[in-house]
């Protein structure tokens, strides 16, 4: 299973960015796919969690992106999305696309054991 994360770049504070992954197969009809995010120069750690999404819909959003971003998915196209609106310079960080089989994705996601990684697409954000 390959994750596959674009759509990053450099964007000024107030604006907006939509973020995609494509998987390039489902193993399972039940999943949990994710975003997570590590800002620059943070010492070696698990990535924090943003967003996550299961096979049934349920969305899980940190508290600080909710609001401001939405996790979508198109199963015909095998991506999730990640519509980023109002971002700002702490949203600076490299994001990655996470994946599993365990279905359901709890509020805590961001401890999840993930089976599945991109290699991540750097949004920068500029005041």
């Known amino acids: 299973v390959r994750l596959v994360e674009s759509g990053g770049g450099s964007v000024q504070s107030g604006g907006s960015l939509r973020l995609s992954c494509t998987v390039s197969?489902?193993?399972?009809?039940?999943?949990?796919m994710a975003w997570l995010r590590k800002p620059p120069g943070q010492a070696p750690r698990r990535p924090d969690g943003?967003?996550?999404?299961?096979?049934?819909?349920?969305?899980q959003y940190a508290l600080s992106v909710k609001g401001r971003f939405t996790i979508s998915q198109d199963r015909a196209k095998n991506t999730i999305y990640l519509e980023m609106h109002n971002v700002k310079p702490e949203d600076t960080a490299m994001y990655y696309c996470?994946?599993?089989?365990?279905?359901?994705?709890?509020?805590?996601?961001?401890?999840?054991?993930?089976?599945?990684w991109g290699q991540g697409t750097q949004v920068t954000v500029s005041l």
């Open positions: 996470a994946a599993d089989n365990w279905g359901y994705c709890e509020a805590d996601f961001q401890r999840r054991p993930f089976d599945y």
């Open positions: 197969e489902y193993t399972s009809d039940s999943y949990c």
């Open positions: 943003v967003a996550a999404i299961d096979s049934d819909g349920i969305r």
